[in-house]
C-alpha cells in the first residue's frame, strides 16, 4: 500500500503561484510513475502531468509553460508549480501514483483562485 499525502493548496489570487506537494509512504523509484490531477466542482477530473520513475514528465497541453512537476527523490516527495493561476485553475488537486496496474491517490489539496 502507498499512502500519498498533498499540501500547499490554498487561496490565492489571479496571478499568484503556489507550490503544492506531495509525499509518498514509499520510495519513488518504486512506484512506476507519479503524477498530478485536478478536479473543479461539478466536472471530472482532469490530468495534469505525469512522471516516470527516470524522471521524464508530460504535461496536458493547456498547463505545459504554466505548471512545472519535480521531485525531490531522497524526500519521497513531488512538486507541482503552479504560475499564472487564474480562476479557471480553482479545483481539488490530486496526487497519483502507479505500480504496475495497481493506482493510488491522495486526499487532495483545495486551490481557490479569486479575480
Known amino acids: 500500500q502507498v499512502q500519498l499525502v498533498e499540501s500547499g493548496g490554498g487561496l490565492v489570487q489571479t496571478g499568484d503561484a503556489l507550490r503544492l506537494s506531495c509525499v509518498s509512504s514509499?520510495?519513488?523509484?518504486?512506484?512506476?510513475?507519479m503524477g498530478w490531477y485536478r478536479q473543479a466542482p461539478g466536472k471530472q477530473r482532469e490530468w495534469i502531468a505525469t512522471i516516470g520513475r527516470g524522471g521524464k514528465v508530460e504535461y496536458e497541453n493547456s498547463v505545459n509553460g504554466r505548471f512545472s512537476v519535480s521531485r525531490d527523490t531522497k524526500k519521497n516527495t513531488l512538486f507541482l508549480q503552479l504560475n499564472g493561476l487564474n480562476p479557471g485553475d480553482t479545483a481539488t488537486y490530486f496526487c497519483n501514483a502507479h505500480r504496475a496496474a495497481t493506482y493510488f491517490w491522495g486526499q487532495g489539496t483545495q486551490v481557490t483562485v479569486s479575480s
Open positions: 514509499v520510495s519513488i523509484f518504486s512506484l512506476d510513475g
